[in-house]
C-alpha cells in the first residue's frame, strides 16, 4: 500500500484571504474539508443557512481557488463542490500589512478560527458519552503558563508542528481509529 499522502498546504496571501475571511465562506471550507464532497443545498441544511447565501459563498470559495467542481459526484443539474488543497497556512506578516483592509481581513480570519475551535470543543464535550469507552483519557484540555521570549516561542512551535506531523493520519478502516482535532494556541498572556 502507498504511504498516505494529503495535498498540500495553500499559504494565504492577501488576495486570498480577502477571499475567505467571511464566516459562512470558512464554515463551507470545513464542512467540505471534513465531510467531503456536497452541494450547495447539503451545505446549507448542515450549517442552517439559505441554499442561496451557500451558493453565492462557494462560487467566491471557487473564484479565489478554495474549492473546486466535484464532477465524479454530480448527477443532474446540482452542483458538487470539494475542497481544493489539504489546509491553509497563515503568513503572520498580514497581520501587519499596510492596506487596513487586509488587517482587518487577517483579524476576521483569526477570530472565525477561535470560533471554529471552541465550536469544536463544545461539540466534543457534549458528546463525550457517545465515543467508545477505549477514548477514556485518550484526549486533553490542558494548557500550561510559562515564560518565554518569541525566539523561544517560535521553536516551541515549531516542535509541536514537527512532534503532530510524525503522526501520520492511518488509512481508512483501521480498527479502532478515530479523526482525532488538535489544536494548538500559543500567546503571550501577560495582558490577559
Not at 34 to 49: C, H, V
Not at 50 to 79: C, M, N, V
Request: charged content about 25%; glycine content about 8%; cysteine-free.
Amino acid at each position: 500500500m502507498p504511504p498516505f499522502e494529503e495535498p498540500s498546504p495553500r499559504v494565504l496571501d492577501a488576495r486570498s484571504l480577502r477571499g475567505l475571511a467571511h464566516p459562512l465562506r470558512m464554515q463551507l471550507l470545513v464542512a467540505l474539508r471534513r465531510g467531503g464532497p456536497a452541494t450547495a443545498s447539503q451545505l446549507a441544511e448542515k450549517l442552517g443557512e439559505s441554499s442561496g447565501a451557500t451558493s453565492y459563498h462557494l462560487r467566491q470559495l471557487a473564484a479565489h481557488g478554495f474549492i473546486e467542481d466535484s464532477p465524479e459526484h454530480g448527477k443532474g443539474r446540482e452542483r458538487w463542490w470539494r475542497a481544493a488543497d489539504g489546509g491553509l497556512v497563515f503568513d503572520d506578516t498580514l497581520l501587519r500589512d499596510s492596506d487596513p483592509s487586509v488587517r482587518g481581513a487577517a483579524a476576521v480570519f483569526r477570530f472565525e478560527v477561535a470560533n471554529i475551535h471552541t465550536q469544536e470543543i463544545s461539540t466534543w464535550l457534549g458528546n463525550l458519552h457517545e465515543f467508545p469507552e477505549e477514548w477514556d483519557g485518550a484526549s486533553d484540555l490542558s494548557d500550561f503558563t510559562g515564560r518565554l521570549t518569541p525566539e523561544m516561542a517560535r521553536e516551541l512551535i515549531q516542535k509541536m508542528h514537527d512532534l503532530i506531523q510524525s503522526y501520520r493520519p492511518l488509512p481508512e478502516g483501521t480498527p479502532g481509529a478515530q479523526s482525532v482535532r488538535i489544536h494548538t494556541h500559543l500567546f503571550p498572556s501577560d495582558r490577559l
